[in-house]
């Protein structure tokens, strides 16, 4: 494989996938899913060509490609994985490639729903692969757009409008972008000063020297930046409101991969060059994870709607990953990586078979269901796995992040780990009671006409079905991985912190 | 002294002169000939003054200074002048007989403000500015039957006498403390007094003027809304540049250069600060697509004027990158404008409703170049913005970054407006907005621009690198 630039050729295919589909008539509707098919499937096998071929043996950043790219900036086109970026970028793919399934039914403005979802991918995709800090901001910056106009393009309106919904998402995400804009351009503007050359690479602004009171600056702004992007308490308002107006496939990619954007960005960008800042902004972090879990699981409780329901579950369940990596040890960041990887799955599929129920009985109110296994078996499974993913149960990969993060922050935060701990008894109350209300109990007859799920709809249930058990049998296959990239950080992160100190 | 050195400008003022008497002598007043020769002409000169661009030289001591700093842009207003010419397209059957002046009238315009970027003293750069200044007076009125159009010349007239007025009052003071116009003498005569401090607070009120920074805003967005688009669009983005090349130039060698204890960057910075937040508040909620793009350009003077208060490499770097790729989001923006008035007759966003079904071509360069303006990558813009604001930090204006970039965020609010009517709005027509093949040109020119440059600044940036390096 020497030589041949995997990385660029995963993230290029579904962009020229975009660039086709724009060139397709508009009412070629087959030819176009087929397009955005094979582009997500191309991406999916190359990802997972990555992954296997990944040498743990050797470790650090592999797959590498340089090209420069803007010299008075030091930004340079590079490409590189590693044992945190491949579960990433793994996610990704699966992810988009289900979720160009879920949205099979799509027929009218097709085209243009299938070229902005591409475009969302790809640029999904280059934030976790790329190791530059120029080219990350870009990427990341990218796919808000696109959500903006699939939200009020192919939304639906129920508690909020649309166009509300989307509005409020976008915004959100911006402003928290705008400070983390400013952090890194007063990082550059700094380590330019320490060291006397312009340079965006991550590994070499994380070796240079800055005093505390700049770190701690810096750092409460991405803290910021990416703590909106991970729905961290009290920014994340947009996150329930903008997944109910949003179309399935923007919800599961906003909800599997997009946030875990902020959760990647604060390990990979703010804890390895900001050690110190982080070591004082951890403990804040994690109080208000608190607030992410419990305060969140709680609104849980008393929802109706279930997006709403699974748009406060994963903001109540990304506070697991802020305890994780506020705790600041290997096991817990290690454990917040995973958690990241296992809620991505878990909350895509939980949106791909709300969105699925949604189309075919116009309701999301889990009142109005009841015995929905008599109907549909095939979807019920759907549900009934990403349900007893989402509550943590052994034998799914969500089990081995939650208790690789209790484990890592019980020697850190005694206190909150324990209060976190009763997340979990409240995510089984309110996922049983609505898993249990939907899909068990008598058959209702209004119900009978409801197709269950046959052809391209079985796709996300197998793909991310198949994901949260593999990953909770085989948990190794991931974990080896994430250790192998956390392990360095940590290292480097304990170096510096004594550089630093004395 | 070598005159073929200005051979660019001579070639210019001699194409505005042959098209104005061509316009005259031609029969049915050379309607079709013309437009071909002032756009042919333009892009030859623009071929030109590629090729000449590293010259260097000094005219008269230093009065006109042939420069890469006013190589670059000369090249971005010829450009702007050929996509201007380019996208107004239909649009010029309105001026009915007078076509072919307005050819000419640009053509001078250009001058003026390739005058203005080279002058190495005060009464130079002043006749450039009234050359660029008189021929806008002209052509916002253009449209005589309009009221608006007819409204806009006027109040153009009144203020922008009144600001020349100004600049004029602050360049006399200056020569009577320093005795000199020539900004490298001044810079060496500079000394505290009040009187000299005064005048320079006018000049820099004279040319905050021209490029409507706040508090001398006002004027922008009734001419911008009056004068035909294609006017507009030459307004906002040759005048604009035209002033803070000129305000570039006065600042780094005269003031900045100076010897003195006063902070100017940080009167600078006050302004830029309160340009960037009522430009784009007020911008908020406006319904008219021209006037809200007037009120944004306004918010863009303040992210360029940020440049100029970093006054270090990456700052005035920022300028001058910002300063190329705004003319071609601007113009892609107000191209598309254009094309939806020619059709619907009006610019408020009702009638930009539905777009997207009728045009997704004209809908997607509109949203392309709006974001591009947002700062939103990879579109250009934020390649320019993330200059301009490394440079604010980097000379310790850490807030002020902070309040650009919010606001640009902000920005993106009205911007998407735009984009929510285009996309989900319902229009009974559905009949594509039909373009001319120059506009269509345009238009693809600079969404194609805007891309490209912010994919990959690179080329831009080392050209805006070379041009400032007489500056530092």
């Known amino acids: 494989m020497s030589g041949f630039p995997v990385l660029t050729t995963t993230l290029l295919v579904p962009l020229l996938g975009a660039i086709i589909i724009m060139c397709l008539p508009a009412d070629k509707h087959k030819s176009i899913k087929y397009t955005a098919a094979v582009a997500t499937f191309i991406s999916m096998i190359l990802s997972l060509v990555v992954f296997l071929g990944y040498d743990k043996a050797l470790g650090g950043m592999q797959f590498i490609e340089t090209i420069p790219w803007i010299k008075d900036l030091g930004v340079n086109y590079a490409l590189g994985v590693d044992g945190i970026s491949i579960p990433m970028l793994l996610l990704t793919n699966l992810i988009g490639f289900s979720s160009i399934y879920a949205s099979w039914k799509i027929e009218e403005r097709a085209k243009e729903f299938f070229t902005l979802l591409l475009i969302l991918i790809s640029g999904v995709m280059g934030t976790f692969i790329t190791t530059d800090l120029f080219i990350f901001f870009l990427f990341y910056e990218v796919v808000v757009i696109p959500i903006y106009l699939l939200v009020i393009m192919f939304g639906s309106t129920k508690r909020v409008s649309k166009e509300y919904a989307g509005m409020k998402l976008t915004i959100y995400l911006l402003i928290g972008s705008a400070f983390l804009l400013a952090g890194l351009i007063a990082l550059f503007i700094k380590a330019k000063a320490i060291s006397g050359i312009p340079s965006m690479d991550m590994a070499f602004l994380g070796t240079l020297d800055y005093s505390s009171g700049f770190q701690i600056l810096v750092f409460a702004f991405m803290a910021f930046g990416f703590g909106t992007l991970l729905s961290m308490f009290p920014f994340h308002a947009w996150s329930p409101d903008g997944y109910a107006g949003a179309p399935t496939a923007v919800s599961m990619i906003h909800a599997g991969v997009l946030k875990k954007i902020g959760g990647y960005g604060l390990i990979r960008i703010a804890l390895t060059i900001l050690p110190l800042g982080a070591k004082f902004i951890a403990p804040v972090i994690a109080v208000l994870a608190i607030g992410n879990v419990v305060y969140a699981a709680y609104i849980c409780l008393s929802q109706k709607d279930l997006k709403y329901i699974v748009g406060y579950s994963s903001v109540s369940h990304m506070g697991y990953v802020l305890i994780g990596i506020a705790a600041l040890n290997i096991i817990s960041i290690n454990g917040a990586v995973i958690m990241m990887f296992a809620h991505g799955v878990m909350a895509a599929l939980f949106f791909a078979m709300i969105g699925n129920l949604y189309e075919k009985s116009h309701t999301r109110n889990i009142e109005d269901f009841g015995g929905l296994a008599h109907q549909m078996p095939k979807l019920a499974t759907g549900f009934m796995i990403a349900g007893l993913a989402s509550l943590g149960l052994p034998g799914t990969v969500n089990f081995i992040g939650e208790f690789t993060i209790f484990v890592g922050a019980f020697s850190t935060f005694k206190v909150i780990a324990i209060i976190a701990i009763t997340g979990i008894i409240l995510t089984a109350l309110y996922i049983l009671r609505t898993l249990g209300t939907m899909l068990f109990g008598p058959r209702k007859e209004e119900w009978d006409h409801l197709q269950d799920l046959k052809g391209p709809e079985l796709v996300p249930l197998v793909v991310l079905g198949l994901a949260i058990i593999l990953g909770g049998c085989l948990p190794f296959t991931l974990m080896d991985l994430i250790t192998n990239g956390v392990e360095p950080l940590v290292a480097q992160m304990a170096l510096i912190q004594i550089g630093g100190l004395f | ?472």
Not at chain 2, 144 to 162: T, V
Not at chain 2, 427 to 437: A, H, K, Q
């Open chain 2, 1 to 472: 002294m070598d005159i073929s050195l200005l051979l660019t400008e001579i070639m210019v003022a001699l194409l505005g002169l042959l098209v104005l008497v061509l316009g005259l002598a031609l029969p049915a007043r050379g309607k079709t000939v013309v437009n071909r020769l002032a756009l042919l002409g333009m892009i030859a000169i623009l071929i030109y003054a590629i090729s000449t661009f590293s010259q260097e030289e000094a005219f008269f001591n230093g009065v006109y200074q042939i420069d890469m700093f006013g190589s670059y842009f000369k090249l971005l207003f010829l450009s702007a002048g050929i996509l201007v010419m380019l996208m107004a397209g239909k649009y010029i059957s309105r001026f009915e007989e007078k076509s072919s002046e307005f050819y000419g009238l640009m053509i001078l315009a250009t001058l003026g403000m390739m005058l203005m970027c080279s002058a190495g003293e005060f009464i130079t750069l002043y006749v450039g500015l009234e050359l660029m200044t008189i021929s806008f007076y002209i052509l916002t009125a253009y449209l005589q039957n309009d009221q608006l159009s007819a409204e806009a010349g006027l109040k153009y007239l009144i203020l922008g006498a009144l600001s020349s007025a100004i600049l004029l009052f602050g360049i006399s003071l200056v020569y009577a403390m320093t005795g000199t116009t020539m900004f490298t003498e001044i810079a060496s005569a500079f000394t505290m007094q009040p009187a000299l401090l005064a005048g320079v607070v006018v000049i820099i009120a004279g040319f905050a003027f021209k490029i409507s920074v706040v508090p001398f805003h006002m004027w922008t967005p009734d001419i911008y809304q009056g004068a035909p688009i294609p006017i507009t669009t030459y307004l906002s983005v040759g005048s604009k540049a035209a002033g803070f090349a000129a305000l570039v130039r006065v600042f780094m060698v005269a003031i900045n250069g100076a010897d003195t204890s006063f902070d100017w960057s940080m009167l600078l910075a006050i302004l830029a600060a309160l340009t960037i937040i009522i430009g784009n508040l007020i911008a908020l909620s406006q319904k008219d697509v021209k006037r809200l793009l007037a009120y944004s350009s306004i918010a863009q003077a303040g992210y360029i004027l940020v440049g100029v208060v970093a006054a270090n490499s990456f700052g005035l770097k920022g300028v001058l990158f910002y300063a190329m790729i705004y003319v071609f989001a601007n113009t892609g923006a107000f191209a598309v404008a254009t094309a939806v008035e020619v059709d619907t007759g009006k610019t408020g966003i009702e009638a930009f409703a539905g777009l997207s079904k009728r045009s997704p071509m004209l809908a997607a360069i509109m949203t392309i170049c709006m974001l591009s303006l947002a700062g939103i990558p990879p579109m250009a813009g934020f390649a320019g913005k993330f200059y301009l604001f490394a440079g604010a930090i980097q000379n310790g204006y850490l807030w002020l970054a902070v309040i650009g970039l919010i606001m640009s965020m902000v920005s993106v609010y009205y911007y998407l407006g735009v984009s929510k009517a285009m996309y989900i709005g319902e229009n009974e027509n559905e009949s594509p907005v039909l373009t001319t093949g120059g506009s269509t040109v345009a238009l693809w020119i600079c969404v194609l621009a805007t891309i490209l440059l912010g994919v990959y600044p690179g080329p831009l940036s080392e050209l805006a690198g070379y041009a400032i390096q007489i500056l530092m």
